[in-house]
């Protein structure tokens, strides 16, 4: 772990909220949940809807060049943006780790501008994070406190600039999952009471303008929430799943992910799950497939073969194969969207969605990855948690195909 050197500048005083470093708690990101929506669990947890606030979200930069209204194109994007500047020195970072080597401490308080033009790959704390670092060498408030937002805001950043992630060589994409890897790791040892069983760790990219991103250049970001107790309807949802699929097929060992990634399962709860005429592709450790109920058209699933709760507890072997899948699913993806994606009100603009285990909780669960592209959707879809489709899957996975060499 590299100490900050003599380049390095402590925060001042006058600075509040960015990195995540609030020395006034009454502008600290806080939450509130929906008390239509929400329950509370004997453990105090609780699950349901939540909205976060956060000011300094709103200084971030906007650096889409236009704004382009079809359906089937993704817009231009700026070769210079702020990750470049960034990445060239021009810009004051907390950087966490950079090419497989840890750098800062996660709670560090010294930034610095860092020429980074020789790395493939960095992690940064998120300059504006919707999360409060709690430092106590600061004396900062708020751990306590499960109204404020605390926890460790990552963006991991490719030094070159891409738009997407097909664009990536895979084995400079390799060096960047690893490093990934490694940062939460070390974060998750520094930060997290080894008795705190809820500490949700969120990983995602935002790829394009309407799935979220405010800058064009390709990354990813991790939220490891501190001291937030609970969590939503949907990851409670695929959590919950995996307990009740072990009750009602009475095996203590049963994984439906592994069952599936396997293609050992042919129905389930009287459905048939068409897994052989959705595969777009597998090998040794990932099976891909079109998803059999999605949230939007040509939606695609990455799953491990190996029984794995999580991104980070993938050997270098899945690492390196989840590379090429990533590569692999989204060049696929934007073919369809470009020849098929007006036809389905379908953008290019996409999220990918990591769907793991908080950290330390004991559920069993099996990682997976979402890919879902940005579409155009009504209001039957938000009254509920369901989806109109006007196209099966399967049909979806043969116009896949047509591209798979």
Known sequence: MKKADNNSVMLSENIDGFWGIYKNATLSPFGRWDPFRTIKTDSGNKIGHHTFFSAIRGKRPHEFSSFDTTVHTRKESPSIDTFCELSNGNLPSIIMSKDLKLWQKPLSTYFSKENLIDTKAYTSINLYTPMARIIKELNQKGQEDFNILSGIPLVHILTKHYNTIEEVPTEEFIIYLKNIILTVNECMKSFCNPNYTN??????????????????????????????????????????????????????????????????????????????????????????????????????????????????????????????????????????????????????????????????????????????????????????????????????????RSFIN
């Open 199 to 400: 500490c949700k760790v969120l990983h995602f990219y935002n790829i394009g303008q309407r799935a979220g991103a405010s800058i064009p250049h390709l990354h990813s970001q991790t939220l490891i929430h501190g001291n937030h107790k609970g969590f939503g309807w949907k990851a409670y949802g695929f959590l919950k799943t995996y307990q009740w699929n072990k009750v009602f097929s009475q095996d203590e060992h049963y994984c439906l992910a592994c069952l599936y990634s396997q293609n050992l399962l042919k129905d389930l709860h009287g459905q048939d799950l068409k897994i052989k005429e959705r595969i777009l592709w597998e090998d040794d450790y990932w099976l891909i497939v079109v998803v059999y109920a999605p949230e939007a058209d040509g939606e695609i699933r990455i799953i491990p073969k190996r029984h794995v709760a999580s991104l980070y507890e993938l050997n270098d072997s899945e690492i390196d194969s989840l590379a090429a899948a990533l590569i692999f699913s989204n060049t696929i993806q934007t073919k369809f969207i470009k020849k098929w994606g007006k036809e389905y009100f379908l953008h290019l603009d996409r999220n990918i969605l990591f769907r793991q285990l908080p950290w330390q909780t004991n559920n069993d669960f099996h990682f997976f990855i979402d890919i879902v592209p940005i579409q155009q959707i009504g209001g039957a879809e938000r009254s509920d948690d369901h989806k109109i489709s006007q196209v099966t899957p399967e049909e979806i996975t043969a116009k896949m």
